[in-house]
């Protein structure tokens, strides 16, 4: 999040609303580190940095609030990690498909992909999840980051592991 004096010092300076590189310094650090937890590869977390930062600096002037820049990199980025890892999903896929045509070895049976399954949420429901569980963000802070109540993240978290757990058991009993 940005720091009382980064907005101290953008309000004070309208014309040149935002100093990218103090932007960039105040929170690259935590950006590719949470990058780096969506994403299995430092390079592809890097990308989608980088990716948020250019659509920060296009948009930038857009920005109501510079008190919530911290806030809107976040969501910026998140929705970036799943779009690459959609993209990834899809290019596995295809790579799956020409392999099993080429008489590659199919995988074990009994190997659940916690990925696959995680990415047939329901998008809101895979956020929630992915926020909550894997990130370890609280309900206030998902709520608060989703534009949700507490209690709707609470639910959808709730949806999201019974959808997850009858998912992995439908898979467990068909591979048997």
Same mark, same amino acid.
């Given at each position: ?17 935002? #100093? ?6 105040? =929170? ?5 580190? /949470? $990058? ?5 590869? *430092? ?55 020409? #392999? ?6 199919? =995988? ?5 992909? /916690? $990925? ?5 949420? *329901? ?54």
């Amino acid at each position: 999040m940005a720091s009382d004096s980064t907005v101290g010092r953008l309000r004070e300076h309208p014309p040149d609303l935002f #100093d990218f590189d103090t932007i960039y310094q105040q =929170h690259s650090g935590w950006m590719y580190a /949470l $990058a780096c937890r969506w994403l299995s590869a *430092p390079a592809e977390a890097e990308d989608a940095m980088q990716d948020t930062f250019l659509t920060f600096y296009r948009r930038a002037p857009q920005i109501e609030h510079p008190s919530k820049i911290g806030a809107w990199l976040k969501r910026v980025l998140i929705n970036t990690c799943i779009d690459r890892l959609k993209n990834a999903k899809k290019h596995r896929a295809e790579e799956l498909r020409a #392999d099993a045509s080429d008489g590659a070895p199919a =995988h074990n049976e009994l190997e659940i992909d /916690l $990925a696959e399954v995680t990415a047939r949420l *329901p998008e809101k429901l895979r956020q929630v999840f992915l926020l909550h569980d894997v990130e370890g963000f609280t309900h206030r802070e998902v709520a608060e980051f989703m534009g949700i109540t507490d209690g709707t993240s609470k639910s959808q978290l709730f949806h999201a592991r019974r959808f997850l757990r009858k998912q992995i058991t439908a898979e467990r009993r068909g591979a048997r």
